[in-house]
């Protein structure tokens, strides 16, 4: 987009002047019309939306709250994104009529408040931006970002709800947040917390009825973030890490499980053989120089500089082999205040690990802590350049095994077409607090999208295979998604990011979807705030 005086209009005629209107809001070098931009911020890591007319981003409140009212007003959609790394068509536009509205713009940490123990944040700070900024203060939010960080927005993490750094203890994203400043449709500024009234300060969340948790994982159907208060903790100086493998599902559940049960581990997450496989490939095929931040990034986080050598020598040691001659292997973190209440810790996990692994290398969990925010590249693409899509399910505890075993007749039922249509699956594994996230993971011989070649490092992407189009591996991808998300149904799963697929509504209790609807008609009357969302 060029600062010309005028914006080049797309589609129709009709939207000529609610866009020339954004330009005089925001500056007509934040109205991107490109077909090349309109067409990436319109697909997400799986799917395509339809294009939206336009990409805004504004930087400030006021800004948002401006265009806001003066898209919905004109009848147009608004389909608010953050990092992008959604894959359940969270702000993919739905209808023709559609603005994108991209938040990285408003990437500003706007208070940082020690005394009181919070921080407010734009929606578009990234994880990795904010746990920078904290860092260097001794303290961290408890919940404190998504592997994906480095792109994750702090703003999209909370409309999406989340789980990873510090959900072992601290539960999903949505339970770090104590208010927000809400942009609904008609451009009104909605404040929750305690922050919400005159003489507020945002130092808590809870004054009468959680008005914060209803904007927890609402996919920006009911508005958008226009600015974000978190909890502030202190950092604990001393991290320890365990690894185990396992030779079987059964016991790695068991094994996670009863970890979960004595709330010690921050991060606790588990890879099936195929994933192990899958990262061993990533980590052969690392370049040299990441592999040195990796071990310098070990040697910074020890307490001094005989244990950053020795923590940096085991790393060394270890090399690749922690991904081989494994089955089922998880990965523990821990922290503690000294070496002392971390090494309680450590025997209390343990204890409920032991009975049922074997304890490996730990060297996963430490370069995951040294380096918590990677690059997208280990992520949203099979080493060999294969898609990537995931989907997943929280079940209690008790409901693991009989989800497992009905999942692996499903495969099973599917194994001539998978091979057929050269599709193959991993799973990864989470705890969070009391809950068990099971994530089935897929790879399938495709296309790359725009996206990918955006987002991707153009020196890891030209060493990947270029598939051609696999229409027939992608349409089985999606369909045995859809099945997997009913079989989780019928054992009780929850899910974050719902987006446009996750079943929010289906046998909901009736009295609390008139509630939600009603709540919806309130902030959003038109129906233009991401439609289709939450399955509203």
Known sequence: MSDADQIETVDTPQSAPVLQTLGSIVGLQHVLTGDDDRAFFSQDVFAQGK?????????????????VKAVTSSGIAVFPRGGGMSYTDGY????????????????????????????????????AELDRA??????????WGPFSGRFATVGGSMSQ??????????????????????????????????????????????????????????????????????????RLPVIMSLSYNFENFDALARAMCAVAREDVATE????????????????????????????????????????????????????????????????????????????????????????????????VPQVFRAMPFQAMNNIILHPTGMRWVPCHGILPFSHVMPFHEELKSLYESYAEKMQRHKVIKATMYTTTINGFLYEPIFYWEDQRELFHERVMDAEVLQHMTEYEPNPEGRALVLEMKNTIIDV?????????????????????????????????????????????????
């Open 92 to 127: 993919l536009p739905s209808v023709e009529k559609a603005i994108v509205m991209d938040t990285s713009c408003m990437n500003k940490i706007l208070e940082i408040n020690e005394e009181d123990m919070y921080v407010t944040v734009q929606p578009g700070v990234t994880w």
């Open 161 to 234: 709800n989340a789980v990873s750094f510090g959900s072992g203890t601290a539960g999903p994203a949505g339970d770090s947040v104590i208010g927000f400043e809400i942009v609904t449709a008609n451009g009104d500024v909605l404040k929750t917390g305690s922050g919400g009234s005159e003489f507020g300060v945002p130092f808590f969340r809870h004054y009468g009825p959680d008005l914060t948790g209803l904007f927890v994982g609402d996919a920006g159907a009911l508005g958008v973030k226009a600015a974000i208060t978190l909890r502030l903790i202190k």
């Open 134 to 143: 904290l860092e260097v203060k001794g303290c961290r939010t408890p919940f």
């Open 268 to 363: 606790a997450y588990g890879m099936d053989p195929v994933l192990n496989e899958t990262s061993l490939g990533r980590a052969e095929e690392t370049p040299v120089t990441a592999k040195l931040m990796s071990l310098l990034a070990v040697g910074r986080a020890g307490r001094g500089p005989i244990d950053s050598l020795r923590q940096m020598s085991r790393v060394v040691m270890a090399g690749t082999s922690v991904f081989k001659n494994v089955e089922f292997t998880a990965h523990f973190s821990l922290e503690g205040l000294d070496r002392a209440a971390a090494k309680a810790k450590a025997t209390r996990l343990r204890q409920a690990a032991d009975p049922h692994g074997t304890e490996i290398a730990n060297t």
């Open 51 to 67: 294009t939206a007319l336009a990409v805004v981003q504004p930087h400030t409140t006021e800004e948002l709250a401006d265009v």
């Open 488 to 536: 989780f149904h019928k054992h009780g799963a929850i899910h974050l990011q719902c987006g446009k697929v996750y079943p929010l509504l289906r046998n909901r209790n009736s009295a609390a979807v008139a509630v939600l609807r009603r709540v919806k008609d309130q902030v959003d009357p038109d129906n233009l705030m991401n439609p289709g969302a939450l399955g509203l």
